[in-house]
């Protein structure tokens, strides 16, 4: 399992792939499933977890173009931006952030590190934001940039699924579920592509009011061939009030979680995540006996600002 590291990993300083481990935690009903963990969040000190697998491919395409600009968008604490800030940096490649609301008097922790990886940043209004997928905005945005590389919010776009995938690829034994954090999709329709022929259910699990919305998402992202695959669903019951919301209870939880187990989560996926897991667990949705993998995708820094 120890898969050569790509120069592009090397450059970045990815850590190579490391093993699940078991996740022992005394939660109501966990003894009667198997808990493992497949930690992303130790890919990288910066380079957030999941948006690591998601830009590889982008990154490594803009490495053999030369390419000498990339433009993508994101909120204030955006971990997409952050990692894609920080690559840029390390691959002397201009960043071009566009940014949901002025943060100009303020800016965040996130937005302070972009600026000190000498990113440009652009701060948008709400409306002028919402056009981030439109086709004429985006070419208005391409004919002021020529040769520029446009990576969607998120860095969702078809070709992440290929680095998620290797997450797949990488586990050392079958597991009947996995779960995960879901937002903008690319991670989930990654974790579905990749185990398309294995008989593993993946459950995404919404962060954010998005009823209907993230399925679509999701399914837009994925190929023909696994646009009728029916292994995934995404649960909408923990979001905890929307996007970025730390209510009492999940911030109790996310204490209590890191003190009993020593793993450092935030509130905003991985804290959703792991709440979902106990909850789900406890009302044993799963068949008894089940190994279940939660992803943790990282996501450390945007807890700065909380
Ligand atoms: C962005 C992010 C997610 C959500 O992944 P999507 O591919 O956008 O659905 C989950 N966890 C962390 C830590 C993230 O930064």
């Not at 898969?3 to 022992?24: F, K, N, T, V, Y």
């Not at 990288?44 to 395409?61: D, E, F, M, T, V």
């Not at 905005?137 to 990576?151: N, T």
């Not at 837009?220 to 061939?225: T, W």
Request: with cysteine; charged share 15%.
């Amino acid at each position: 399992m120890s898969a050569p590291i790509d120069p592009l990993s090397h450059i970045l300083g990815i850590a190579g792939p490391c093993a699940e481990q078991r996740l022992r935690i005394d939660w109501p009903n966990s003894e009667n499933y198997q808990i493992w963990l497949k930690r992303d969040d130790l890919l990288h000190p910066i380079i957030s977890g999941n948006k690591w697998r998601k830009l590889k491919y982008a990154l490594l395409a803009a490495q053999q173009q030369q390419t000498k600009q990339i433009i993508s968008f994101g909120g204030g604490f955006s971990n997409h931006l952050h990692a894609l800030g920080y690559a840029c940096a390390k691959l002397d490649i201009q960043l071009n952030a566009i940014i949901r609301g002025n943060y100009s008097a303020h800016p965040s922790p996130m937005l302070a590190d972009l600026t000190r990886w000498h990113a440009k940043l652009h701060y948008v209004d709400r409306n002028t934001y919402r056009q981030r997928d439109d086709p004429a905005y985006l070419a208005r945005l391409q004919a002021d940039s020529p040769g520029a590389m446009i990576i969607p919010e998120g860095g969702s776009q078809y070709l992440a699924l290929r680095g998620v995938t290797e997450i797949v690829n990488e586990l050392s034994t079958h597991y009947e579920h996995i779960l995960a954090p879901v937002a903008s999709g690319g991670t989930l329709a990654g974790l579905i592509q990749g185990t398309a022929h294995l008989d593993t259910q993946v459950t995404g699990i919404a962060v954010l009011k998005g009823q209907g919305y993230l399925e679509s998402l999701v399914s837009e992202l994925l190929p023909n061939e696994t646009k009728n695959l029916h292994n995934w669903q995404i649960n909408h019951d923990y979001h905890l009030g929307g996007y970025a919301k730390n209510p009492l209870q999940l911030a109790a939880f996310c204490a209590e979680f890191q003190a009993q187990t020593q793993i450092p989560i935030e509130p905003v996926y991985s804290g959703k995540l792991f709440y979902a897991a106990r909850e789900l667990i406890k009302q044993g949705v799963f068949t008894p006996g089940a190994k279940i993998l939660l992803l943790h995708t990282g996501g450390l820094q945007g807890a700065r600002a909380l």
